[in-house]
C-alpha cells in the first residue's frame, strides 16, 4: 500500500512539474515576444480607457468579473498573433488568460476591457460614452454605463438605434446582477 502511495505522489509531483515547465516554455516562447505589443497598445489607447474612472472600473469589474481577462486575452490574441485554426485559437487563448494577470495589474486589464469594447460604430468605452450619451466616462450614470457595457456585449443584438426594446431588456437584467452581487 505503501508503494502505491509513494508511486501516486511521484506521479503527481510529475505532472505537476512538466505543467509548470509547460507554462514556463509557453511563456518565454510565444507570450513574451508579445508584451512590447501589447505595452504599446496600451501606451497608444485612448486616456479615457487607459485610466477608466472609478464608476466604470467598478461596475466592470463587479459585473464582468473574470470575463474580463477572457476578452482581453481574445481580443489581444487576435490583434497580434492572428491564430488560425480553431484548437489554435483556444490553446493561445486559455494561455494568454491564464498569463494576463502575471504581467498586467487589474487596472491594466480593465483598460485594454475598455480600450476593445465594442459599439455599433467602433471599439472603446470612451467613444461609446461620447457616441450614445456625449459625456465623458467620468460623467456617466450607472444606468448609462450599464448601457455601454449592454451594447458591448453584442453590438448588434442591443443596438439602440435597432433594437431599443432588446438594450433595454438586457440592461435591466445587468443592472439586477449588478445589485444582486456583493
Not at 481577462?69 to 487563448?93: C, N
Not at 494561455?95 to 471599439?123: D, I, N, Q, S, V
Request: aromatic share 14%.
Amino acid at each position: 500500500m505503501r508503494k502505491i502511495i509513494k508511486f501516486l505522489a511521484i506521479l503527481i509531483a510529475s505532472v505537476f512539474a512538466a505543467f509548470i515547465l509547460f507554462i514556463g516554455f509557453y511563456e518565454v516562447h510565444d507570450f513574451r515576444p508579445c508584451l512590447s505589443r501589447m505595452s504599446s497598445i496600451y501606451q497608444s489607447m485612448a486616456s479615457e480607457d487607459k485610466e477608466p474612472p472609478q464608476n466604470v472600473r467598478h461596475f466592470v469589474g463587479k459585473v464582468e468579473g473574470k470575463k474580463v481577462d477572457s476578452f482581453v486575452a481574445m481580443r489581444l490574441l487576435g490583434e497580434i498573433k492572428h491564430p488560425q485554426r480553431t484548437a489554435s485559437w483556444h490553446y493561445h487563448e486559455v494561455m494568454w488568460e491564464f498569463l494576463l494577470p502575471l504581467h498586467f495589474t487589474k487596472a491594466e486589464r480593465t483598460a485594454f476591457y475598455c480600450h476593445y469594447l465594442p459599439y455599433e460604430h467602433g471599439l472603446g468605452f470612451s467613444e461609446a460614452s461620447q457616441f450614445y450619451f456625449e459625456k465623458q466616462p467620468d460623467e456617466l450614470s450607472l444606468e448609462e454605463v450599464a448601457a455601454i457595457v449592454t451594447i458591448g456585449r453584442s453590438p448588434g443584438t442591443n443596438s439602440p438605434s435597432r433594437h431599443p426594446d432588446r438594450l433595454q431588456a438586457a440592461k435591466k437584467q445587468l443592472l439586477n446582477a449588478y445589485e444582486s452581487l456583493p
